[in-house]
């Protein structure tokens, strides 16, 4: 790629970041979130939201605009699989988690605006990259749309369950070292530590072990709200492998923005615990289903 294509791009980079701020806004105005935070944050702290919200949106974009150009599709069949991995990765597999943890602390009927918030944004971006990085008229490449079906049943029958093991190795994992272990954790949610990683995932097994194949599934849900774009996509398997882990840790930097219902220092943990365990098991669907 030359010197202008680079520069082109990295145009078309940041258009595509002041667009998502944009359709952030819009998103938040027409599902009722703006309403619900209007005037809990002051002016400074609104201020600092929109930067980071910008440098989020940068980060986003330029993630998205790598995947649209290593897609063998193009067009709106693109646009459509852009928008079911955007959403299900921005909002479905992380919003998931809220309705369970964050009961107390989010206003009632909270989360559901926020599902409807990511279905804007996603519907109104995901044409709108495409188009912008040049793909709306291009005709995919061969190889495009490869069937699922194809793949033999004994690699549905290993990789399903081994995915599923490794998302819940890593969140546990990450989830009790870097998060759980931190004083400010455990008094946001009411818990304690018990001292060690077993003792943990023991007294999870003991109050709540409903949570063991939920969180199964969620990793599972994930892989398959990506996994149609995923199979589209151009390179080398370790190429594909660390764009997926770009992708999947990409949606934490959404914890950089202030807000009422979550205090700094535990969105400042969190977003160190879900951009390692994320980019680890992007990592791994990259690696494992693009294969």
């Known amino acids: 790629m030359n010197a202008r294509a680079i520069g ?84 479905v597999a992380s919003q998931l988690e809220s309705l369970v943890y964050l009961q107390r602390q989010l206003p009632q009927g909270f989360v559901p605006k926020i599902f409807a918030m990511g279905a804007i944004v996603g519907a109104l971006f995901s044409p709108a990259a495409v188009f912008i990085m040049g793909k709306m008229r291009h005709k995919k490449t061969p190889g495009a749309g490869e069937s699922l079906r194809a793949w033999p049943l004994g690699e549905w029958a290993w990789k399903l369950p081994a995915i599923a093991l490794a998302y819940l190795a890593l969140y546990y994992t990450f989830g009790y070292y870097l998060a759980w272990k931190e004083p400010a954790i455990q008094a946001y949610y009411g818990g304690t530590d018990p001292g060690s990683f077993p003792a943990q995932l023991a007294n999870t097994w003991a109050s709540t072990p409903w949570m063991f194949p939920f969180q199964a599934f969620r990793g599972l849900l994930w892989v398959a709200l990506v996994l149609p774009l995923l199979r589209t996509l151009k390179g080398r398997p370790w190429e594909i492998a660390v764009l997926m882990a770009l992708f999947f840790a990409v949606w934490s930097t959404q914890l950089w923005m202030p807000n009422p219902y979550m205090p700094d220092e535990v969105r400042s943990i969190h977003f160190v615990e879900t951009v390692f365990c994320n980019f680890i098991f992007g990592w791994l669907v990259g690696w494992l289903f693009h294969r």
């Open 8 to 91: 082109l791009n990295i145009g078309r980079i940041i258009l595509l970041a002041v667009l998502l701020m944009i359709f952030f806004m819009i998103g938040a105005g027409i599902s009722g979130i703006s309403e619900t935070e209007a005037g809990a944050e002051p002016a400074a702290a609104a201020g600092r939201g929109l930067a980071m919200l910008f440098f989020s949106s940068l980060l986003q974009a330029a993630v998205l605009s790598a995947l649209i150009l290593r897609s063998r599709e193009a067009g709106w069949k693109l646009a459509g699989l852009l928008f079911l991995a955007f959403y299900g990765s921005m909002t």
